[in-house]
């Protein structure tokens, strides 16, 4: 199966059934890279990590992931490069295609992702703008199909900021068949904007609700995130004030059905954002979709990048 794009920048740049087709690939080559059968389907290829912005998970799973399919990584930081003020992202991605298979980039700027995917011949993959957090989402859906079966049908419920993570959770929805609400204060939901491009691009089942008590009611999945993303740190002190009602907490978690799931794409601020309870209870998947990220990019990558034999 061949994506129909060049570069994994969001949720709606694919179709249904090409998401379908890269978590098929991820379930499949799961157990194959727990035990060490895993196929090295693209050796001598090497992705290019550019970050911006600290992290833990994206940059160890896509690392990790390139190595389990046979290739090799580069972690590149902006003191390096200066996309942007050292040379133009036009040079950075004619330049980078000319060395590497594929690019990898954290940063702040959307735009800078798209300008270095126009200009690179090689794919590029988003992981984490200001705007968009796809690959998480999607390696997300994955855990839930893993948890609780297919997402369709099911009710996510992002209680917290409507930032990269629930920009990227709202795409998903145009995609596939789920309920999805954003559950935070006033001042800190998804644009209309934002909102109004994604339903001209797919149906979907799109609510903010203000109340948790109202919006965590039968739902499945029970998703936070930190208040504050990075750079926000300035709003840090403000947000903690407005979002205190947001905490998800045990009382919280029994608004939701029983079975519910508790998500969080991590780093968390136990404490603030969720209570040690939640996040070590019997509800909270958090390792599990933390692994998950990189089965879910070893698949991303393994389909983007072309080889000759078949994946
Ligand atoms: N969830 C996530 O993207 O984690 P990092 O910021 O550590 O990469
Ligand atoms: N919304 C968070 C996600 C971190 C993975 C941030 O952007 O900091």
Not at 45 to 57: G, N, T, W, Y
Request: contains cysteine.
């Amino acid at each position: 199966m061949k994506l129909s794009r060049k570069d994994f920048i969001s949720i709606r740049d694919f179709s249904r059934e090409e998401l379908l087709s890269i978590i098929e690939l991820c379930e499949r080559q799961k157990p194959e890279a727990r035990n060490f059968t895993l196929k090295p389907t693209h050796p001598g290829r090497v992705l290019a990590c550019i970050f911006h912005k600290p992290s833990l998970r994206t940059r160890i799973s896509f690392e990790v992931a390139m190595m389990q399919l046979g290739g090799n990584s580069l972690y590149l930081t902006d003191k390096e490069i200066g996309i942007g003020s050292r040379e133009a992202p036009k040079d950075v991605g004619e330049v980078l295609s000319r060395y590497v298979d594929a690019i990898e980039i954290r940063t702040f700027d959307q735009k800078m992702v798209t300008d270095l995917a126009k200009y690179a011949t090689v794919p590029v993959v988003n992981g984490l703008t200001d705007l968009l957090h796809p690959c998480q989402v999607l390696g997300d859906i994955f855990t839930i199909r893993e948890k609780l079966g297919d997402i369709e049908g099911k009710k996510v419920v992002f209680v917290g900021d409507g930032n990269n993570v629930s920009r990227s959770w709202l795409n998903a929805s145009t995609r596939f068949d789920f309920k999805f609400v954003l559950c935070s204060p006033p001042g800190y939901q998804i644009s209309d904007s934002f909102i109004e491009e994604a339903r001209k691009d797919g149906d979907c089942d799109f609510e903010w609700v203000e109340d948790p008590g109202e919006a965590l009611n039968g739902a499945d999945v029970v998703y936070s995130d930190v208040w504050a993303s990075m750079g926000q740190e300035d709003e840090a002190k403000e947000r903690v004030e407005k979002f205190r009602p947001y905490a998800v907490d045990d009382d919280m978690m029994a608004m939701a059905n029983d079975s519910a799931l508790f998500m969080h794409c991590l780093p968390a601020h136990r404490g603030l954002e969720v209570t040690d309870s939640v996040i070590d209870g019997r509800h909270s998947v958090v390792y599990d979709q933390a692994e998950n990220r990189l089965h879910i990019q070893r698949a991303i990558l393994a389909l983007l990048i072309p080889v000759e034999s078949d994946i």
